[in-house]
């Protein structure tokens, strides 16, 4: 009986010993998964920590990145200079950037378009910025972000708006860009009152800065560049009202030896889209010239090309050709810039007749426009007729007579701006 005893007493024993032994590797492996869980998710807080900082666009000196955008900047005339250095981009914190902006205030708003609201912010030092907030809403989105990111930080010339840094935060992208005092040209070409602080000296610089800015893009950046959507709501005035081409969010880069290409979807604004982008996919530097005259023809008219519902011309373009035609050109003058030299008035019309031609091996090139508004006494051949130009009598008897579509294209989108 002792010896029974004994080894229930030794049983009892082992049982006791397994139980603290698996109690201890139980307590251990839990301990130990509880700190590697800490561990990760130290790791975690810290990383997104690291994602959420940025530098401070409160004290941020800009005048430190200054240098390579005047270096690039003089290279318009010299297409072998310049660009090889790179541009660095300063990543903001969302903190900062909302802090400049006031929480992103009503009172800051500048405006809004297809990408999304601006907002005025100011740093410590007193520079004032535009933040672009990408709109959820947007019809813009990532792509366009990237790429304007992409493309405009390569970029420096003085008729390009410069590209001060970024912002990106979870779901929040924001660009921040110089700020532009005097807005949009559309705010003050279209506006009855404010147009008149474009007279004929205003006007004919913003011509001519538009064109060497388009000039730089399409030739003598290092990247060759076509910006798809040149209008008057993209080119933004500084405080002495020189222009500058802003929003490359539907810019696309050619290769070296790549003269054009076709894309399924359609991007730009009505009124200022090539025929042959806007019914067939295609587009080339020549595209950026349509859009060109079409502007160049607004900014002397003061009219939009898109407001002729009253008359019997379809359009601007209609318009312009129709009393080119007639020998009534320099009627297409907005009054209300003053005095202008009538041979330099219907020079700059001839000039952007020939930019908006429907065929499009017709119309000049960028350099060819730049030496036409400079060589003041070279002659200009005769333009042919431009696109979209049809009178609306003819295009009713057109649409009576034929049903049927031009091809079978689908416009994927547009940014009615």
């Known amino acids: ?3 029974i005893s004994y080894e229930i007493d030794c049983m009892n024993s082992g049982n006791k010993m397994k139980l603290w032994v698996i ?3 139980s307590v251990s492996l839990s301990v130990l998964l509880s700190g590697s869980f800490l561990c990760c998710r130290m790791q975690i807080l810290n990383q997104k920590g690291k994602k959420d900082s940025g530098v401070d666009l409160l004290s941020f000196d800009f005048n430190l990145s200054s240098n390579a955008s005047d270096n690039e900047s003089n290279t318009t005339n010299n297409p072998r200079k310049g660009g090889e250095k790179e541009v660095e981009l300063p990543l903001f914190s969302f903190a900062s950037v909302s802090k400049a902006t006031d929480s992103f205030s009503e009172c800051n708003k500048l405006g809004e378009g297809g990408f999304g609201p601006v907002y005025k912010g100011i740093s410590l ?12 809403r947007s019809g813009q989105g990532l ?16 008729n390009l708006v410069r590209l001060l840094g970024c912002c990106i935060k979870e779901d929040e992208n924001l660009l921040i860009y110089e700020y532009m005092p005097n807005k949009s040209l559309d705010f003050f070409l279209f506006d009855p009152n404010k147009k008149e602080m474009l007279d004929w000296g205003t006007r004919i610089r913003i011509i001519e800065g538009i064109a060497q800015g388009l000039l730089y893009l399409h030739q003598y950046s290092r990247l060759r560049i076509i910006h798809r959507d040149m209008k008057a709501s993209n080119i933004l005035l500084d405080g002495e009202m020189n222009p500058k081409i802003s929003d490359f969010g539907m810019a696309r880069i050619f290769g070296g030896n790549e003269v054009q290409a076709n894309t399924k ?14 019914l067939e996919g295609l587009f080339s530097v020549k595209s950026d010239v349509f859009s060109f005259g079409v502007l160049l023809l607004e900014i002397l008219s003061g009219k939009k090309n898109t407001g002729f ?3 019997d011309s379809l359009n601007l373009l209609g318009f312009a050709w129709e009393l080119w035609n007639t020998d009534r050109a320099l009627e297409l003058k907005d009054p209300s810039m003053g005095d202008s030299s009538s041979s330099t008035l219907l020079r700059y019309i001839n000039i952007g007749l020939l930019c908006v031609q429907e065929n499009r091996n017709d119309r000049p090139t960028m350099s060819n426009v730049v030496s036409m508004i400079s060589n003041e006494l070279s002659p200009l051949p005769r333009p042919k007729h431009p696109a979209f130009s049809t009178s609306r009598n003819t295009a009713r008897n057109t649409d009576s007579s034929q049903n049927c579509s031009v091809n079978g294209l689908t416009v994927s989108m547009l940014e009615p701006r």
Request: aromatic residues 10%.
């Open 1 to 3: 009986m002792q010896e």
């Open 23 to 25: 109690i201890t590797v």
């Open 125 to 136: 030092g007193g520079l004032e910025v535009a933040v672009k907030r990408l709109s959820k």
């Open 143 to 158: 792509e366009e972000f990237r790429n304007e990111i992409t493309l405009i930080a390569k970029l420096q010339h003085r």
């Open 265 to 278: 979807r359609i991007v730009g604004t009505y009124g200022y889209m090539a025929p042959e982008y806007a």
């Open 309 to 311: 519902y009253n008359t």
